[in-house]
Structure formats: structure tokens, C-alpha cells
């Protein structure tokens, strides 16, 4: 995931997670609420399209959010 991460980046980029948050490294809990990854405008719109996706889809917002808020 980094080396992907960091390949998309160094072209000028943007990867976050499902919700936008940068990614994390090294931590205890390696789970990642998906990954959004491309060009700006790209990825902007990707994000912007997840949110529009039902509740219970595997890429749905509202539970990512909410296991985010868990962890915390």
C-alpha cells in the first residue's frame, strides 16, 4: 500500500482513504477504510461519487465513518 501510495503521489497524485484522511503507516490496527487514488480532479470526484452510494455497499461511507469514530 505504501509503495503504491507513494508511486501515485510522486506523479502528482492524491491518495486518502474512503473518507479523505491521509493514509497511516505503521500502525496497530493496519485496516484501511478503502482507498481513493488518483489525480486531483479524479480523485475529487470519486469521492464525491462514493458518498452518493447506497448504505450497505461495500464502499459505504456512513460505516466507514463510523468504525473511524470507533477507533479513535
Known amino acids: 500500500m505504501c509503495a503504491g501510495a507513494l508511486l ?3 506523479a502528482g497524485g492524491v491518495v486518502t482513504d474512503l473518507l479523505g484522511a491521509s493514509l497511516g503507516y ?8 478503502g482507498i481513493v487514488a488518483g489525480e486531483r ?22 460505516r466507514a465513518a463510523a468504525r473511524a469514530e470507533q477507533e479513535d
Open 8 to 10: 501515485v503521489q510522486e
Open 41 to 62: 480532479a479524479a480523485h475529487a470526484a470519486l469521492l464525491a461519487h462514493s458518498r452518493t452510494l447506497p448504505s450497505g455497499s461495500r464502499l459505504d461511507v456512513r
Open 26 to 33: 505503521n500502525r496497530a490496527d493496519p485496516y484501511v477504510h
